[in-house]
């Protein structure tokens, strides 16, 4: 069996008419034919049958008819692939982020890319989520690049792309409000409220906590910033997070730490055993570059 003889069946199966089926494959039609009647004795089964000047599929004709054109299908994707693999600076990437990073970090470090590049050829799919998910489907192939904190999996593969300060955010009414900074040792009687804990900054602060010997009072913790913002100004609780537009909406001051080097680390991931196509190839030189030079810093 070859792929001309499915490819012959698919066209035939699909027109039912062989004078048309040979036109559209720019062949004789004894040809098509001869490579049909070929294909039926390979498989020991008539694939069609003849009534009146009419040809119809048989039951095994149907029934192989959608094997075949997967068959066609995925070799066609094989292709595009190959060629999406040997086309340097082509193709889209699927590129997964965390909202802390959607903001700032991400648009610049696209942008720098395309400028680093000196074209546009690549084209990004944009995934935002929370980083246990995001890393998920970049173990399992839905994603081909994660920007997140830095990760804790071996077969995950990272390179610092950018550092993100964190402040103390405190209700306008709060009594550091007017301060130009804060230590750790300000706070230490506050309510915190915190990012969930399966978010990759929990265990960066926690690690920045332990270190300065600090152990924040957390009265609960919440999924993403905005719920945070608004806890923190009803009163509930102070919060450590990243400067991000959407605390415009809210009566709230970002005050920085002078105490201890208050930022986070943002990386670009990868899975160690995927394969990555130029596209994907260009972008992680390019992160590469980045922190090989200090500009990620």
């Known amino acids: ?12 199966a699909e027109v039912l008419h062989y004078t048309r089926a040979a036109a559209l494959l720019y062949i004789s039609q004894p040809s098509l034919s001869y490579a049909l009647s070929k294909l039926e004795k390979e498989l020991g089964i008539p694939l069609f049958e003849k009534q009146g000047k009419q040809i ?24 595009d692939r190959l060629k999406e693999l040997k086309t340097p600076s082509t193709g889209i990437i699927n590129l997964g982020y965390i909202y802390s990073v959607s903001f700032s970090v991400l648009p610049s470090f696209v942008e720098r890319f ?16 929370m980083a246990g998910g995001l ?6 192939g839905s994603l081909d690049l994660l920007i997140a904190g830095r ?50 900054i929990y265990r960066e602060l926690a690690d920045k906590f332990k270190k300065a010997s600090f152990s924040p009072h957390i009265v609960f913790e ?23 537009p959407i605390l415009d909406n809210f009566n709230l001051r970002l005050i920085p730490f002078s105490d201890v080097p208050m930022t986070r680390e943002i ?5 160690r055993l995927h394969t990555m196509s130029s596209a994907v190839q260009g972008v992680w030189d390019f992160a590469r570059h980045l922190s090989e030079t200090g500009e990620a810093r």
Do not use: W
């Open 114 to 129: 395309y400028a680093y590049l000196g074209n546009r050829q690549t084209a990004f799919r944009f995934h935002q989520g």
């Open 151 to 200: 990760p804790e999996i071996d077969s995950i593969e990272y390179l610092p792309i950018a550092e993100q300060e964190l402040f103390l955010a405190l209700p306008a009414s709060h009594r550091l409000a007017n301060r130009a900074s804060v230590t750790l040792s300000d706070v230490s009687e506050e309510q915190f409220i915190s990012i969930s804990h399966e978010a990759v």
């Open 222 to 244: 919440a999924d993403e910033y905005s719920s945070i913002a608004a806890s923190v100004t009803t009163g509930a609780g102070v919060a450590i997070m990243p400067r991000l």
């Open 135 to 140: 890393i998920e489907q970049l173990l399992n």
């Open 267 to 271: 990386c670009l991931l990868r899975y």
């Open 56 to 79: 119809t599929l048989t039951r095994y004709g149907a029934e192989f008819l959608p094997y075949a054109k997967r068959a066609l299908s995925e070799l066609s994707k094989g292709q």
């Open 1 to 12: 069996m070859t792929l001309q003889q499915l490819r012959y069946f698919c066209v035939t």
